[in-house]
């Protein structure tokens, strides 16, 4: 069983704001990125620092590449910002530094920089985990030398995790403090509340309530966006597959004509739209695809719990909001954020959320589990049912591989979120259905069942594109 990790885990931390494709490949060495920045401000070296070097290990090298692991390197370099930096401009950007070999270091000052050179790509992996990123600022003194490790879900943390320390003590401070799932239902019992009320409870620990509010409406519009813009968008997506956008032609078809001028009314205009069984099927699958062409495509979207798995839970909040009940405002939005940030916190704290430690099961299996806990209690289940949900829906994504070929994040990963979507909707009407008493599989066990098969899982399913699909279906074949 993976060592308890005592921690305060927010949901703000599992549901987070930034640039496609992938949230460990992508949005954590950004991160890493903006971080030595600081470190070399701290130090007060970045005014002296001369040249630059980054190495990236294991499997942020072997599908780094694919996962615009490079560009993102590069943009946090100039100290461009994943939650607000305009989109549109960065292949521009990243065209601009390889053709002048130059690079605008935090924007404040021209450093030379040739990325060919000054980003290698190494196959072997570091031991403490599989995406290892090393920095090297060289000034005329001394060199400031840095590992960082993307552990998934755009988290960044260095081996001595000193961060750790601090979270630590968050977390014994906390007023309810959960590592596992029977602590989360205990707190539910003891004092008769739902799961989003002593989620919310714990957040109002770290920040006020109006900020809680405003922060998960920045979540749910990024959301929505995304969302709208894959539905609205044609053509392929870049990388060298020439995969065609589906979620455009499927919405068209959905749509059936009904008229609306932005995202809001075009809530409005579904929830007008007749739907047979069929076609409820057809439109989580068009939410979910729409959201990871976004994420493909190096657009904004959510990490949840991260931006491989992204179009999971905003498709199933869709689900909810025009199929289930035509009455959800942000009360039922702020629910179903909390509860699911809550059920992803406990399988980072008792297993990963990182596709390279753990495969998919890793990434579209904890998101399954986090929308179908969150659409259970929206549809009135109890804290047990939606413990109940969550289980079920991992239950039946263990073992799942991460193969994507040639590195991107486009084939199988797209259609992976139309299938957990469907089946984190079909575990919350199982569990719905489902006596606590007669509940045979606690969800602790699921999260220790997925740690152990993650750590008997091959390296080469684990985000490496060494095997599965990566292998036998290449890039000449698509």
């Not at 998934?152 to 968050?170: A, L, M, P």
């Not at 589906?246 to 059936?256: G, N, V």
């Not at 959320?353 to 998919?360: D, Q």
Request: proline share 4%.
């Amino acid at each position: 069983m993976k060592e308890k990790e005592i921690e305060c885990i927010s949901i703000f931390d599992m549901l987070k704001i930034g640039v496609g494709p992938s949230s460990s490949h992508t949005l954590g060495p950004w991160r890493a990125a903006r971080r030595f920045i600081k470190k070399l401000k701290d130090e007060q070296l970045f005014n002296t620092v001369e040249s630059l070097h980054i190495d990236l290990y294991g499997s942020l090298s072997l599908t780094g590449k694919g996962h615009a692991t490079d560009v993102a390197v590069m943009m946090g370099l100039m100290g461009a910002d994943p939650k607000t930096c305009s989109i549109s401009t960065i292949p521009t950007t990243v065209e601009s530094i390889k053709a002048e070999k130059k690079l605008s270091f935090n924007g404040d000052r021209t450093l030379s920089f040739d990325p060919s050179e000054a980003i290698k790509f190494n196959r072997e992996f570091l031991p403490f985990h599989p995406n290892g990123i090393t920095f090297k600022a060289t000034t005329k003194d001394t060199i400031l030398e840095e590992t960082f490790y993307s552990i998934g879900g755009g988290f960044v943390v260095q081996e001595e995790r000193k961060r750790s320390e601090f979270k630590i003590h968050q977390f014994q401070c906390f007023p309810r403090p959960i590592s596992l799932a029977t602590d989360l239902l205990a707190f539910c019992k003891n004092e008769n509340k739902s799961i989003s009320q002593i989620v919310f409870e714990n957040e109002l620990y770290l920040r006020p309530e109006e900020e809680i509010n405003e922060r998960l409406k920045q979540i749910w519009d990024v959301m929505l966006d995304s969302m709208y813009t894959g539905c609205h968008t044609e053509g392929t997506l870049p990388g060298g597959l020439n995969v065609r956008r589906r979620a455009y032609d499927s919405h068209k078809k959905l749509q059936k004509g009904t008229p609306y001028t932005d995202k809001y009314e075009w809530i409005e205009a579904i929830r007008g739209t007749e739907v047979r069984f069929r076609e409820i099927l057809k439109w989580v699958s068009c939410f979910a695809l729409s959201v990871n062409e976004v994420n493909a495509s190096l657009g904004r979207v959510v990490t949840a719990p991260t931006n491989g798995s992204a179009g999971v839970i905003p498709a199933v909040m869709m689900y909810y909001m025009v199929i289930e009940n035509h009455d959800a405002n942000f009360d039922d939005i702020k629910k179903y954020m909390l509860v699911a940030g809550e059920i992803g916190s406990l399988f980072k704290k008792g297993a990963t959320i990182s596709a390279a430690m753990g495969g998919c099961q890793a990434e579209i299996g904890v998101s399954s589990a986090m929308a179908a806990g969150a659409l259970t209690e929206l549809m009135g289940g109890t804290p047990e049912q939606v413990l109940i949900a969550a289980e079920i829906a991992m239950e039946h994504h263990l073992g799942l591989t991460c193969d994507p070929i040639g590195g991107l994040v486009q084939i199988p990963c797209i259609e992976r979120n139309a299938m957990g979507a469907i089946k984190a909707i079909n575990a919350c009407e199982m569990a719905l259905d489902t006596d606590a008493a007669n509940a045979k599989v606690p969800l602790d066990k699921v999260i220790e069942t997925m740690w152990q098969t993650a750590q008997d899982m091959n390296t080469k399913y684990k985000e490496t594109s060494e095997g599965g699909l990566a292998v036998n279906v290449g890039m000449a074949d698509c």
